[in-house]
């Protein structure tokens, strides 16, 4: 059965904090993306990964093909940066898989 | 910076209508998707459509969905006979192909809330 599990489920921090979201996956993969949604409801695409790491501004994304897992960070963090974070899995024929989100709050 | 347009933005239907959810995919663009999200849940995928036709559809794609491209820019996901567990908000996507795209694969539309009464 494909599962995406993504913890914590919720987190808050506060500003300037380094932030760690984690994601498991349970078969073989394509690729893995990494999703943000605002609070009105739109989706942006952060990064899409199938090896190695990838850097982007404050944002840093990471997978372990082997161990099925990949983490985004959030370095000094801020309040604009509060969103939830999907992790979504894409197969081979590009069937995706969502995870349930991480609800960020980034305090100030 | 290119965008995905969905329209319209918010539809209410009566329950047994049928519906058509427009997206505007970015131009060079060749890949399709569309993915719902019910509310307080996690997003789900619907269907990708490529080269005029469905590459991979899920299980929630049953024979009430469809999609086209009508007219080399429009892509539309019709509902034919909407139920009450219909209601969700309608993701639109669109990616240059598979695996690529540098730093991110997909670009998203804001969305359609479809809500079925």
């Known amino acids: 059965k494909n599962e995406v599990e993504q913890s914590p489920q919720n987190l808050t921090a506060q500003e300037g904090e380094f932030i760690t979201i984690n994601c498991s996956y349970s078969?073989?993969?394509?690729?893995l993306h990494w999703l943000q949604q605002h609070p009105g409801g739109g989706i942006v695409s952060l990064f899409m990964?199938?090896?190695g790491k990838k850097k982007h501004g404050r944002l840093i994304a990471t997978i372990n093909i082997q161990e099925k897992h990949s983490s985004l960070h959030i370095t000094a963090s801020h309040p604009r940066d509060s969103a939830v974070y999907i992790c979504?899995?894409?197969?081979?024929?590009?069937?995706?898989?969502f995870g349930t989100g991480t609800s960020l709050t980034v305090i100030p | 910076e290119p965008e995905v347009t969905q329209t319209p933005s918010h539809q209410v239907t009566q329950m047994g209508q049928e519906v058509i959810l427009r997206c505007v995919p970015i131009s060079n663009h060749l890949y399709f998707y569309w993915y719902r999200q019910i509310l307080g849940q996690k997003v789900e995928f619907l269907v990708s459509f490529y080269n005029n036709e469905i590459s991979e559809k899920s299980e929630i794609f049953d024979d009430q969905f469809s999609v086209e491209r009508p007219d080399g820019s429009n892509f539309t996901l019709k509902i034919r006979s909407t139920k009450l567990e219909d209601s969700a908000m309608y993701f639109c996507?669109?990616?240059?192909?598979?695996?690529?795209?540098?730093?991110?694969?997909?670009?998203f539309g804001s969305g359609t809330r479809l809500t079925v009464v």
């Open positions: 990964l199938s090896s």
């Open positions: 979504a899995v894409e197969y081979t024929g590009n069937q995706f898989y």
């Open positions: 996507a669109s990616s240059e192909a598979i695996g690529r795209a540098g730093l991110n694969g997909y670009t």
């Open positions: 078969v073989g993969i394509s690729a």
